[in-house]
């Protein structure tokens, strides 16, 4: 699980296994961003989700959220070394635009 | 493509020297940002930007400033470096940020 306070968690897994990574929050808000960072680059939006969808698929790729208990989750199905990536969550304050940032997790995939 | 374009990306200063960083989105977003990212640990927000000259503090502004004169373009500046402004900066701009957010790659800051 992350978040802000937390530092950068890590996960390894085999090419192939399916993944969860999950994010809590603690300030209201009705849209969670996953993003993905490859080394060297800047962040990437990947998913966006809001309240009113609780869940959201692209590709191998699907978000959760859980508003009644302040959490979203992304899962990776089928694992590929291309997923080697640090993934955050982060929330919208609705009010001003700031999105606040989860601490991430380094996920790697081994072949 | 559309994209969000930093400049430099790599940049090395002494001490107590003047840094401008640069960030030039080509999308008409009204709201842009500037961040930091320090190794191991999340993004901080250290300014956002509503529009032109619409700016506003984000979580650790101090010892940064900020200039959007185009909407296109957003700089931070930095008024006599220290050494622990070494990080890299990220740019970030979006049409709303319930909706869709674009980072840019970075610029590498080094204060020797």
């Known amino acids: 699980s992350q978040w802000g306070e937390e530092n950068l968690q890590a996960l390894s897994i085999q090419e192939g296994e399916d993944v969860t990574m999950n994010c809590s929050y603690k300030t209201y808000t009705t849209v969670v961003h996953w993003y993905r960072q490859d080394s060297g680059r800047g962040p990437a939006l990947i998913i966006l989700i809001r309240s009113n969808e609780r869940e959201k698929r692209s590709g191998r790729l699907r978000a959760t959220l859980d508003t009644s208990s302040q959490s979203s989750s992304l899962s990776i199905t089928a694992a590929q070394c291309e997923d080697t990536a640090v993934y955050f969550c982060a929330t919208v304050n609705y009010g001003n635009e700031k999105i606040t940032f989860g601490a991430g997790t380094k996920l790697t995939i081994k072949p | 493509d559309m994209k969000v374009t930093q400049m430099p990306r790599y940049l090395i200063k002494r001490m107590g020297e003047n840094v401008l960083l640069e960030c030039g989105q080509d999308?008409?977003?009204?709201?842009m940002y500037w961040y930091r990212q320090d190794p191991g640990l999340g993004l901080q927000l250290i300014y956002i930007?509503?529009?032109?000259?619409?700016?506003s503090e984000g979580d650790i502004p101090k010892g940064y400033r900020v200039s959007r004169k185009k909407r296109e373009h957003f700089s931070l500046i930095l008024d006599s470096a220290k050494t622990n402004q070494t990080s890299v900066y990220f740019c970030?701009?979006?049409?709303?940020?319930?909706?869709?957010?674009?980072f840019g790659s970075g610029t590498r800051l080094l204060v020797i």
């Open positions: 999308m008409s977003h009204e709201t």
């Open positions: 970030a701009s979006s049409p709303s940020a319930r909706t869709d957010y674009t």
């Open positions: 930007s509503y529009d032109v000259d619409s700016n």
